[in-house]
């Protein structure tokens, strides 16, 4: 049985801006245990009882929590300023450590799919006053929450209209990091607890976002996908860029200075809210 604890987020917002933001602790049966979401409301969602809203999912990096869009953004209260400009509900979930959002094939307490798609977003469209359709839901994210955001849109397309990913962990395989060989090999270890043992060159696994370019090919998803030019992940989003041109599917690729850092992600956000309102646009749900 599913299960909300609603309560005040007191993570450093000014007061007027504290009541338009939600925690909550769903309970996932899939795992068996309680993970914790927020979810920003745009000023006028208590005043219009009837109006519904658009949602965008933001997902977190690979050590980080539901509450670091919150927290650590170096622009103070960047997504209440984003939900009351665009009038969205924005959805910032938590999943656990260098989960990478997929079902494990060999842990029962690593379902974050399963949770996301089935447990979370039902639970969201239950509760709020959203438009549950495709056209009206987005997702996108840093580091490893790019890297869910591309693998939830692209295995789920009936769920989601545009997808973005910052900094994103475009191939999971560690060997084309530019990163401390003690961090990736400490990653691959991660990886092969919960994975087993997988395809990390061509033909990819689906555990890893290059492996579901053809996906992404067939479902009509609007993608937007940058990187820092100084970030480590650099190289497996030039190959996800690469293999999209490729099999000709359409996205939008941007490299920009910067490294993996709060201040790129603070500038990256407004520009993929931006995008996922056109497409809100185009699509007719704003």
């Not at 599913?2 to 801006?17: A, M």
């Not at 976002?209 to 989003?237: H, P, S, Y």
């Amino acid at each position: 049985m599913r299960k909300i604890l609603l309560s005040i987020l007191l993570i450093g917002l000014t007061f007027q801006s504290i009541a338009q933001v939600d925690t909550l602790e769903v309970l996932s049966s899939a795992m068996q245990k309680t993970i914790k979401a927020a979810i920003v409301k745009p000023s006028t969602y208590s005043s219009s009882q009837n109006q519904q809203f658009p949602t965008v999912y933001l997902l977190h990096g690979g050590s980080g929590s539901f509450s670091d869009w919150h927290r650590k953004v170096t622009q103070e209260n960047l997504l209440i300023d984003l939900a009351n400009q665009y009038q969205v509900l924005i959805i910032t979930p938590g999943v656990g450590p260098s989960s990478y959002y997929y079902d494990s094939p060999t842990m029962d307490t690593v379902k974050y799919e399963t949770y996301f798609i089935q447990e979370l977003i039902p639970f969201i469209d239950q509760n709020y006053r959203t438009i549950n359709k495709r056209e009206a839901r987005a997702i996108t994210g840093l580091s490893m929450g790019g890297h869910g955001a591309m693998m939830l849109s692209a295995k789920n397309p009936e769920l989601f209209i545009a997808a973005g990913s910052m900094s994103g962990v475009m191939n999971i395989d560690t060997d084309l990091w530019i990163h401390s060989p003690e961090f990736k090999q400490s990653r691959k270890e991660m990886q092969k607890a919960m994975l087993g043992d997988i395809q990390y060159k061509a033909p990819f696994s689906e555990y890893t976002a290059v492996g579901l370019v053809d996906r992404m090919k067939e479902n009509g998803i609007a993608l937007l996908i940058d990187c820092g030019v100084d970030d480590f992940l650099i190289n497996t989003n030039r190959q996800i860029h690469q293999l999209l041109l490729e099999n000709s599917t359409p996205h939008e690729y941007t490299e920009r200075p910067g490294a993996h850092t709060w201040e790129y992600w603070t500038e990256a956000l407004p520009f993929h809210m931006l995008f996922i309102d056109k497409v809100f646009k185009k699509h007719g749900t704003k």
